[in-house]
């Protein structure tokens, strides 16, 4: 008997064309949004920011163009707020390395990939646009290349138009 995944962590979950989204909301915030597989079913937004996020998640995945305006709950470090912010200005299409972010914040690749899977707002903060220097590098704090996150960014890099790491 397969048991069913415990949706009781997020408000909201929005199917994805790689599996799902899930959506955790709590005091008028978004608090995490979470790549799940497809064994997770979706779930109606439990308040209004999950109501938001769900809304904006969606038109995410049929405009890649599409710009994130969510209340985000204040997480991280000064040091990872400052790769997310760099990481929030690749425009779509285009992809930097851990490199290249690590160069801008005077600081160390892998000290940028550590923030990047730290990243608690997947999609509204596109830490998919990093990359390795030499291919795709990993993903979410997952670098199993047959993995799903890997897949998952394959999958973003597409949508938004990088044919690069298909």
């Known amino acids: 008997m397969n048991a069913q995944p415990n949706t009781d962590l997020f ?9 799902a989204i899930g959506i955790r909301t ?4 978004v608090k995490e949004l979470v790549y799940l597989p497809c064994r997770f079913n979706e779930k109606s937004p ?6 938001l996020a ?12 599409f710009r994130f305006n969510l209340p985000l709950a204040p997480v991280g470090t000064a040091f990872q707020r400052r790769v997310w912010e760099v990481i929030s200005a690749i425009p779509r299409g ?3 390395t851990y490199g ?5 914040l005077c ?19 596109p830490c998919h646009r990093v990359t390795a220097s030499g291919g795709l590098g990993g993903f979410s704090n997952h670098d199993d290349e047959t993995g799903f996150h890997l897949g998952v960014k394959r999958w973003l890099l597409a949508h938004e138009g990088v044919e690069k790491y298909r």
Not at 46 to 51: G, I, L, Q, S, T
Not at 115 to 122: Q, Y
Request: hydrophobic share 45%; proline share 9%; charged share 25%.
């Open 54 to 65: 769900a809304q904006q998640v969606e038109r995410y995945f049929r405009e890649p163009d």
């Open 100 to 104: 290249d972010v690590a160069k801008k």
């Open 107 to 125: 600081s160390a690749p892998r000290a940028v990939g550590q923030a990047c899977g730290a990243n608690w707002f997947p999609l509204v903060i």
């Open 46 to 51: 439990a308040d209004k920011p999950a109501e």
């Open 11 to 19: 408000s909201a979950i929005v199917e994805a064309p790689f599996g």
């Open 94 to 96: 285009e992809v930097l």
């Open 26 to 29: 709590e005091s008028g915030v």
